[in-house]
């Protein structure tokens, strides 16, 4: 009998544990001795104590008699309900005289200088354990791994592979429908679940049903995306595995990352959240401790990390890890504090919050309230971790720099002005006197990079600046030079694009629409003077956009597009938000008022608020925002979230680092260009349970300029190859010869090894270099031919060797090559918003935009919808949309069932059934002769015969047949859509 690879669910399965097996030290765990009531394996946990701690075995055999196995197990269930796995595990736990450790932590320095420590840890029992039986009501339902570390289970696993249509999404949808009364799957039991396919991973540490939030695992591809690029050695989820699970990778995120935080919001409503360090975060962080282990102190590091990659928690990780890295010869700590800078006070207490509640001991963490004075007394009394805002960096640097005998870690969060002119100019005063300059900074990345530049930063610091954006002068500062030419380049990357792929931020260009302003002046004077062309056009122009006549129209068309468009289409459940961006404190100033008068003339509930630094005189009267708005400066980011308010209208403020998920529109009325673009729309992207798109209407900018700032993500609409029995030649011909995307050597050698029943890990590197061909080498027009004719391919073999004895070796392996590297090419469609610029925006110069969308709009359509003629390919689904899990929760939604929980009944449904039918030519025959009607009339008597065989093997879903009439035409109507349409 032919061995051939096992590209199943089950294979996958058996990869990755024999891996951990094998490779990684673990011992394979039997899934009999898994105890559901209490998610604990008994078997597992007693061998660890007997060999570790076998005195205080010897205390509970004293204390519970025979019954101790039991009686400790009831007792440790009551703790992991009280105090949860990850508190159990660092700090033991004590019954009566026995104070028992139940994990002993990797020792952080070399094996020579403590043994008893690391034979200690090498004791811990890490194990894996397949097809794990969870509720001890339904014997029937298993989660397919699960990674136990001394008896306690601190991941799960569900897997699924795309060779067989299924993907990471079903197993998603498979978590969200298990039983959260389970105790493993109960918050704190189990400290992560992995949702795994052959191509992308995703994690959870709370699962809560449908309302289940699911968090991207991945790397991402070499192109800034979201995902994750081949592996030459494995399937491209391998480094789960292969790194994250490794002991000494699991032992890091067990002690070190893994963290359960409390937060309060204002209203004072706390929430537990138990927070499992992204890929991203343990990445950056493990990369910048072991450069700085082998470098030591004296160098700087950019980390560009976008809005959305949690670097608060990236932050607090690395901050106390710092602390405590010792150097390469493992005998001495490098530095002495570590102090981390914020831009915003809310920020630095909010950080403060995190670093304190990771590490809870009294006095590590001090944070600068008062003054140059506090801080200087903290650095001297050499206080571990000390936070501080930006206001204040220049002192820090004057003060390390009077401290050499101590080595500091400087860590700097977003490297920029969030709230303008007031926190710049702090800035400017104190830099003024450190570096004798007083010309002043337009913002605080310029300040910090004049202060770094000046040679004024000391050595014996290390300077670690995290920023979205960074200027070029910082990169040329902070950045490390590149292997191949020198440039500067950030030391780790985070890009927008993936941020945005994974849905961390929101893309806000999908509905960003600009508006031209034509204006007609008229001359008032008689004479014609000789003026500068530049400068009377900029005069002009100003006077255009501040006379009271262009603010009144603009400001209408902003109020008027806000409440019928947003506020009546209940935009993020009603709430949204929306800020106007002006170019100038005076022009801020004239919108707030214009936006009261038109306001309080529609009688309107909703009300601006207006931000700028400072004062502003007009007219011989001096504005204040506080005094304009009525509240204190410091409220109005609280006040902005209450009603009345609506709009904030802003001047070089709020304009970068402010994150409000319910600002969802933007009107924007000054020049934008470059970082300042990027910054500032992106005030829009922080992401909300009930935030589905933003918009953007831009009085100012060219969207060409726009986009060019920003990265662009797009796909385009898959058409079908006709099928042709007299082109398969042509076909082979051109996917061999006029792609590259493959080799016929990778024709052969995938073909062998998948006959020869290879692992699966031996053919997924060569199905992923292929799909990297395809994605970098490949134009997009290209990569849709190449797709469409691939599967046009396998399905004219598919039906043509039913039929026709061909004799073609080649043509037998490129089916089966084919059949498993389509699944693997990436979607090459995605809908664009059906976004009407008219509707939105009531102005007269926006037709030509709208057309233009109309007809981006029309081409997709007649793409989806395109005609099929005389040779038109069969009208099978696109692969997103042919997963079974699709088909079965329809099934189980209009039915009421959960048969195709059982692998069998699912089987004989969506696979054996259909096949039997397709595969009966002579039937097929039939079918063809006959219109539809007929065909119909045909397929369903065969699918009646086919229930009667049921009547013995499968008796419930036949009576379910018999017994429910739509249940009947269900299946009969899926039966006669995959036959007939195959057969069209």
């Known amino acids: 009998m032919l061995h051939t690879t096992d590209t199943s669910e089950r294979g996958l399965e058996q990869l990755i544990a024999s891996y951990l097996t094998d490779k990684a030290g673990y011992i394979e765990g039997d899934p009999s001795d898994f105890d559901p009531t209490h998610a604990i394996d008994p078997a597992q946990l007693f061998r660890f104590l007997k060999e570790t701690q076998p005195e205080n075995v010897d205390i ?9 196995r ?110 959260t009364r389970a105790t493993l799957f109960q918050f704190q039991r189990c400290l992560v679940h992995f949702a795994v396919d052959d191509n992308l991973v995703y994690m959870t540490t709370k699962l809560d049903g449908k309302d289940t939030r699911f968090l991207p695992f991945n790397k991402g591809t070499p192109d800034g995306g979201g995902g994750n690029p081949p592996n030459e050695d494995g399937l491209r989820t391998a480094y789960l595995w292969e790194d994250v699970l490794s002991k000494g990778s699991l032992n890091d995120i067990l002690l070190k990352y893994a963290q359960v935080f409390t937060e309060t919001d204002k209203e004072g409503n706390k929430e537990t959240k138990l927070i499992f360090p992204r890929y991203h975060q343990r990445d950056a962080v493990q990369q910048l401790l072991a450069h700085t282990e082998q470098h030591g102190a004296g160098h700087r590091y950019l980390v560009q990390h976008s809005t959305g990659s949690g670097k608060s928690f990236t932050i607090t990780w690395l901050a106390h890890q710092l602390i405590e890295l010792t150097n390469a010869t493992g005998d001495d700590v490098i530095f002495d504090t570590v102090v981390v800078v914020t ?46 805002t930006v206001q204040k960096f220049p002192y820090i640097v004057e003060s390390i720099g009077s ?3 101590s080595n500091f870690a400087i860590l700097i969060d977003e490297a920029h002005s969030s709230q303008g002119g007031s926190l710049t100019a702090s800035m400017n005063k104190v830099l003024g006197d450190v570096l004798d300059d007083e010309e002043g900074f337009d913002d605080v990345e310029d300040a910090l990079a004049a202060l ?58 999908q509905n960003y629409t600009t508006a031209q302003s034509f204006y007609k002046l008229r001359q008032e004077s008689d004479e014609d003077p000789l003026v500068d062309k530049r400068q009377a056009h900029q005069k002009l122009r100003y006077y255009v956009e501040t006379h009271k006549e262009a603010i009144r129209n603009k400001s209408r068309v902003m109020i008027d597009h806000f409440r019928n468009e947003i506020v009546r289409k209940g935009k993020i459940g009603g709430r949204a938000r929306a800020m106007v961006v002006t170019k100038s404190r005076e022009l801020a100033i004239r919108y707030f008022w214009a936006f009261r008068k038109y306001l309080g003339e529609l009688n309107a509930s909703i009300q601006p608020i207006v931000a700028f630094s400072e004062s ?108 042709d029995p007299n082109r398969l030649a042509n076909l082979q011909e051109d996917l061999d010869n006029d792609f590259l995307v493959y080799t016929k050597d990778n024709v052969r050698v ?135 899990s699709q088909v079965i929760e329809e099934f189980n939604e209009r039915f009421g069932t959960k048969w195709t929980e059982d692998d069998k009944i699912r089987r004989y449904l969506f696979e054996e059934l259909p096949t039997d039918i397709t595969d009966d030519e002579e039937f097929l025959q039939k079918v063809r002769s006959s219109d539809r009607q007929n065909a119909r009339v045909t397929v369903n008597e065969r699918v009646v015969e086919e229930f009667q065989d049921l009547i013995m093997t499968h008796t419930d879903l036949y009576k379910k047949f018999t017994d429910d009439p739509e249940f009947k035409t269900f299946v009969q109507a899926m039966i006669f859509e995959q036959v007939y349409e195959e057969d069209s």
């Open 750 to 884: 995938l073909t062998d090894l998948f006959l020869k029943g290879a692992d699966r890990d031996e053919l997924d590197p060569i199905l992923d270099q292929c799909v990297e061909h395809f994605e970098t080498e490949l134009e997009p027009d290209e990569q849709q031919t190449f797709k469409k004719k691939a599967r046009a391919f396998v399905r004219s073999y598919s039906f043509l060797s039913q039929i026709i004895s061909f004799n073609i070796p080649y043509w037998e392996r490129l089916y089966y090559f084919l059949k498993f590297l389509v699944p693997k090419l990436p979607s090459l469609g995605r809908e664009k918003p059906d976004f009407n610029v008219e509707a939105n925006v009531d102005m007269d110069s926006y037709r030509l935009e709208k057309k233009a969308a109309e007809e981006l709009q029309l081409d997709e359509a007649e793409a989806r919808l395109k005609p099929r003629g005389t040779d038109a390919a069969p009208r099978t689904k696109e692969p997103e949309q042919d997963y079974l």
């Open 616 to 723: 502003k005189t007009i007219d011989g009267e001096s504005y204040t925002e506080s005094k304009l708005n009525g509240f204190p400066s410091s409220k109005i980011e609280d006040k902005f979230r209450e009603k009345p308010y609506r709009f904030l209208i802003v001047a070089d403020k709020f304009q970068t680092g402010y994150d409000e998920p319910l600002l969802h529109t933007m009107y924007v009325d000054k020049p934008l260009g470059g970082v300042r673009a990027v910054q500032t729309l992106s005030r829009l992207n922080r992401t909300h349970p009930e935030k589905n798109d933003t918009f953007v209407l831009d009085f100012q900018n060219d969207i060409d300029k726009i986009k060019d700032a920003f990265d662009t993500y797009y796909t385009e609409t898959l058409l079908e190859e006709p099928v």
């Open 452 to 509: 770094a530049e000046s040679r004024k930063m000391p050595l014996n610091a290390s300077y670690f600046a995290f920023t979205a954006t960074p200027k070029e002068k910082t990169l040329q500062l902070f950045g490390e030079p590149h292997e191949e030419d020198e440039t500067p380049q950030p030391f780790h990357i985070y890009p927008m694009k993936q941020a945005v792929d994974e849905g961390f931020i929101i893309d806000v260009l």
């Open 60 to 68: 509970l055999k004293r204390i519970y008699d025979d019954a101790y």
């Open 403 to 405: 401290l050499p005998q």
């Open 70 to 179: 039991k009686e400790f197990i009831r007792h440790l269930h009551k703790r992991l309900r009280r105090k949860g796995l990850l508190s159990l595990l660092r700090d033991g736990i004590r019954d009566r005289d026995a104070k028992i450790q139940l994990y002993y932590p990797r020792p952080s320095f070399d094996e020579s200088f403590n043994e008893d420590a690391w034979s200690k840890y090498q004791a811990n029992r890490f194990s894996v354990t397949r097809q794990v039986r969870f509720d001890e009501d339904d014997q029937s339902k298993s989660v397919d791994l699960v990674i136990f570390v001394n008896g306690f289970p601190v991941a799960t696993m569900e897997l699924k592979n795309q060779l067989t249509k299924q993907n990471v999404q079903d197993a998603k949808r498979q978590y969200r429908g298990r039983n």
């Open 343 to 388: 831009d915003r006070v809310h920020l630095d207490k909010q950080i403060r919050n995190y670093l304190k509640q990771v590490d809870q001991k009294p006095g590590v963490v001090k944070g600068i309230t008062e003054g140059s004075k506090e801080l200087q007394d903290a650095l001297e009394a050499g206080r571990k971790i000390i936070t501080s």
